[in-house]
C-alpha cells in the first residue's frame, strides 16, 4: 500500500488505478472499516482509503483534540485488507486556507436526530466527503450504516450533485454482544463497555414490536428512552422512521429503520437496526 499525503500525489496515484472504490474514514479502523475495504475491492481495480479527522465536523464540545490518531496500526490493517492507496493529508493539506465553502444539506435532513443533536455536523462531513470525492474522483464510494443519517445524507448530495459515483452501504459490525463497533467504544470504561449493549437491545425489542404489528412508534421510542435513564443513561432519542429519508412513516409499507442514541458516562453511542 502506498500511502499519499497530498492532493497531488492520490490524483496521479488515482490516474493509473481503474476502477475505483474509495472508503474515507478518520482512521483509528476496526472490524468494521476493515469490511468496508474488503467490500470495496469486491468490484473495483483498487481500493484507495482516505484517513483525516475532520475538525468541520466536530461541535466546539465535542471530542476533536482527543479524537483517536493511530496512523501506524491503520496502516496495517489497511494493507492486510487489500487497500492499494491511502490518502491520509494533514490539515494544511486539506485546509491550506479556512473553507468558505460548504455544503448544506437539506433542512429537513439535518434538523432531526443526529443533526438536532449535533448541530452543523452534516454540514461539515458533507463538505469534507465532496472535497475528498473531487481529490479521489472514485467510480464508487462506501459508507457504513452504523452511521445511517450520514449515510442518507451522503447518497442525497450524490445524487442532487449528480457526481458520476456510485454510494454502496457497508453493513454494521458488531461485537459478539451486539454492541456495534465504533471508534468511540475506546472510551468506555469496563464497567460501561459491559453495560453498552444495552442499547442495541433496546433497537431490537422496538424492532421485534413493530415486526409484529405494534405500530404505537411513540409508546415503544418512550419505553426505551424511559428503559435506559432509569439504569442511568442519558439517551438522546429513539425514534422508528422511513429509511429512505429518515422521516416519520406515513404509510404501512414504508421500508422503516430504528434509530438511537444515548449517552453513557461521557461517551455517545449511537446504532439502528432496519427494521
Ligand atoms: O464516517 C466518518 O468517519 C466521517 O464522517 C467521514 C465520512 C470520513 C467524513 O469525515
Redesign the pocket.
Known sequence: MKIHTTIESIRAARGDSGIVAFV???GNLHEGHIKLMREAGENADSVIA?I???RL?FGPSEDFAKYPRTLETDCEKLEAAGVTHLFAPSEKVMYPEPQHFHVDPAPAQVSILEGECRPGHFR??AT??LK?LNIVRPNSVL??KK?YQ?LIV?RNMVRELALPIEVLPGETVRAPDGLALS?RNGYLSPDERAEAPRLHKHLLIIRDAVRGGDHDFLKLETDALAALEAVGWKPDYFAVRRRADLQPPVQEDDPLVVLGAARLGRTRLIDNIEI
Open positions: 474515507p474514514t478518520m482516505s483525516f479527522v475532520n465536523q461539515g462531513v469534507v466527503v475528498l459508507f457504513g452511521d450520514q451522503l471508534s
